[in-house]
């Protein structure tokens, strides 16, 4: 079956950075679009990036633009999100979706599985 394991996930300050990885079993990991979301306790579901099934693109809300960097290894089935100039408001539950085609959406919508998350937390 289907799984999404993130990994990653801590404490980090104002300014700083994190790398999230996502490993990736059970299905053809190079023949979907795969991406990110985060939440916050009694908020919805924000979607974050994503990126197509062989990586030639990738989209980014308006929030992260610029500071986050998604890409994929389709030989090691593992996706990452590189976070820089980490703000407070970034402090979520992370999680990795995988898209139900090769060029998935930016909507929460558009993903199928979904891992059980990674924490970041960002404080000085």
């Known amino acids: 079956q289907v799984q999404l394991v993130e990994s990653g996930g801590g404490l980090a300050q104002p300014g700083g950075s994190l790398r999230l990885s996502c490993a990736a079993s059970?299905?053809?990991?190079?023949?979907?679009?795969m991406g990110w979301a985060r939440q916050v306790p009694g908020a919805r579901l924000e979607w974050v990036s994503g990126?197509?099934?062989?990586?030639?693109?990738?989209s980014y809300a308006d929030s992260v633009k610029g500071r986050f960097t998604i890409s994929r290894d389709n030989a090691k089935n593992t996706l990452y999100l590189l976070m820089n100039s980490l703000k407070p408001e970034d402090t979520a539950l992370y999680y990795c979706?995988?898209?139900?085609?090769?060029?998935?959406?930016?909507?929460?919508?558009?993903?199928?599985?979904w891992g059980q998350g990674t924490q970041v937390t960002v404080s000085s």
């Open positions: 059970g299905f053809t990991f190079s023949n979907y679009a």
């Open positions: 979706a995988k898209g139900g085609n090769k060029a998935s959406g930016p909507s929460i919508y558009d993903y199928d599985y």
């Open positions: 990126v197509y099934s062989d990586g030639s693109r990738t």
